[in-house]
């Protein structure tokens, strides 16, 4: 085998492998959460997770029976939430807040978030995917 072939057929393969881990690492908005199915949640925030591709927090909410569950919400990335006006303390723990969100289609207590409403009524884009890719 030539060297020119096999230089050829690594570079392809690793162009390969590279579009395949890419894929599998970000996923599509409407895979993972339902655009006609929003809710808004207040609750205690518990955890503030701020990484890419998406910055996450939980917050604690009372259900209908009154006991409470963990609620997690995908952001934007950390440079999207910049652009918006957040930083990594404008969450803590602790913070009361409202969300408005897209609910998961699996079923779980997850959202994409829209809108946050922070505890002083300031009231923040939360970066979502849907209207990143809507754009």
């Not at 993972?32 to 996450?56: K, L």
């Not at 009372?62 to 303390?89: C, K, Q, V």
């Not at 969450?91 to 997850?110: E, F, H, M, P, Q």
Request: charged share 20%; hydrophobic share 40%; aromatic share 10%.
């Amino acid at each position: 085998m030539n060297i020119k072939r096999s230089l050829g057929i690594v570079i392809a393969l690793a162009t390969l492998l590279g579009v395949s881990f890419e894929a599998s690492t970000h996923h599509s908005f409407v895979g993972q959460f339902d655009p006609d199915r929003s809710e808004v949640f207040t609750g205690t925030v518990s955890g503030v997770r701020w990484v890419n591709p998406h910055a996450f927090f939980v917050i604690d909410v009372s259900n209908d029976n009154g006991a409470s569950e963990s609620w997690t919400f995908e952001l934007g990335s950390p440079n999207t939430l910049i652009r918006y006006g957040w930083n990594r303390d404008t969450l803590k723990t602790g913070d009361v807040i409202t969300v408005d969100g897209y609910l998961a289609r699996s079923g779980a207590n997850l959202a994409n978030a829209k809108i946050v409403t922070l505890a002083d009524g300031t009231i923040i884009q939360a970066g979502s995917s849907y209207l990143e890719e809507s754009r």
